[in-house]
């Protein structure tokens, strides 16, 4: 079976790709040089260079078939927003165990490489948010593809979160903080469900609220969620855990389901998530 989605056409052999890594990790670039080589000596056009230099990925890897990624979830998650949109699939290879994410070790690519030359693979489609808020005169905008959580920050005493859904208030939460995330987020750990991955729902998860529902809900993917922080404490907002900005009383974030999608290619069953999900369960 050659590179499809679900109902799609083939796609066909692999003839470009960019091999991505995390710059500091070594055994990240060592792989990264190895993978790329195997790549050449069969024929494939190869950029390699490191996973977080945004405006070379823009300028590098638009129009090629497939990007490797090489590093833990965070480097995979980065390259999720940075190619989001573009139709550009990522095969991650994760440096530790194979989770939701990455598709395989450095070990088992030697394995999977035939299948990879030939597009023996087909391609899973995720969603990501979009976050928009003020800051001062200008407006900020960033994507998510795990979530988009407004948390306390060094203060070890709760905030107020005030959540709208379609312009309706829901509910005030006191707690350490409320997430917004997609299912690719896997929130089990906050007390969130767990969702099929392609799911197009978002999740208002409170993180250890006080005296108030504690359960998570879904909403639509059609559904426009607003957090506004009350009290009289500053608060942080972190998107995928990776970027942290501010948060004043008072502020406002607006989180909707982006029209950009991201593309991971899966060399396994099309029900693996359900495996997975036991082993990582037991």
């Given at each position: 079976m050659r590179a499809q989605e679900r109902g799609?056409?083939?796609?066909?052999s692999?003839?470009?790709?960019a091999v991505l890594f995390h710059p500091e990790r070594e055994r990240a670039v060592d792989a990264a040089g190895w993978i790329s080589q195997q790549l050449r000596e069969n024929g494939v056009d190869v950029y390699s260079g490191p996973a977080f230099d945004?405006?070379?990925i823009s300028r590098e890897v638009l129009g090629r078939q497939l990007v490797l990624g090489l590093g833990g979830d965070g480097t995979i998650l980065s390259l999720a927003r940075d190619t989001a949109g573009t139709g550009i699939p990522i095969l991650g290879i994760n440096l530790g165990r194979v989770g939701f994410l990455a598709e395989l070790t450095p070990e088992l690519v030697l394995e999977a490489l035939p299948r990879i030359l030939a597009g023996e693979y087909w391609?899973?489609?995720?969603?990501?948010?979009e976050a928009r808020w003020k800051e001062g005169n200008s407006e900020r905008v960033h994507l998510a593809v795990n979530e988009v959580a407004l948390a306390r920050g060094a203060?070890?005493?709760a905030i107020r979160v005030a959540v709208s859904i379609d312009r309706e208030h829901y509910l005030t939460h006191t707690a350490d903080g409320v997430i917004i995330s997609t299912a690719?987020?896997?929130s089990l750990a906050a007390g969130g469900p767990i969702i099929y991955p392609e799911s197009h729902d978002l999740l208002v998860t409170p993180v250890a609220p006080h005296l108030h529902i504690g359960r998570s809900m879904i909403v639509p993917g059609?559904?426009?969620v607003e957090l506004e922080l009350w009290g009289d404490r500053e608060a942080m907002l972190a998107i995928d855990g990776q970027t942290e900005c501010p948060f004043q009383i008072g502020d406002k974030v607006e989180i909707r389901r982006s029209a950009k999608r991201c593309r991971f290619v899966r060399l396994g069953p099309q029900n693996y998530?359900?495996?997975?999900l036991a082993d990582r369960l037991q």
């Open positions: 799609t056409t083939d796609i066909g692999l003839e470009t790709a945004q405006p070379t391609i899973e489609t995720r969603i990501a948010v203060s070890t005493r690719t987020a896997y059609t559904s426009v998530f359900y495996a997975v």
